[in-house]
Nanobody, 115 residues
């Protein structure tokens, strides 16, 4: 089965940093756009950042200038570097892989930012 496995979540103080990783298996990683989404309590799931198979990136306005998405095709891994974290960044973060025919999701990793 296709697997997307996230790691790197945890508890951090406001102003701190975390780096999340997502490693994919059993897919042709280079053919997929990879994204990070998050869902906070009482809110809808929202796109945080996406990187296409060609390397183009897009970010939610709320994280521009603070978060950076990248991918390592040799390792079949997508990362998001999260700096200057705020309490409102607290959420479950999900890894996503999409192409024209398939959509896959990881199980999520909790990020908690304390004030």
């Amino acid at each position: 089965q296709v697997q997307l496995v996230e790691s790197g979540g945890g508890l951090v103080q406001a102003g701190g940093s975390l780096r999340l990783s997502c490693t994919a298996s059993r897919i042709s990683f280079r053919l997929y756009a990879m994204g990070w989404y998050r869902q906070a309590p009482g809110k809808q799931r929202e796109l945080v950042a996406v990187i296409t198979s060609g390397g183009s990136t897009n970010y939610a306005d709320s994280v521009k200038g603070r978060f950076t998405i990248s991918r390592d095709n040799a390792k079949a891994t997508v990362y998001v570097q999260m700096n200057s974290l705020k309490p409102e960044d607290t959420a479950v973060y999900y890894c996503n892989a999409e192409n024209t025919r398939n959509v896959f999701w990881g199980q999520g990793t909790q990020v908690t930012v304390s004030s």
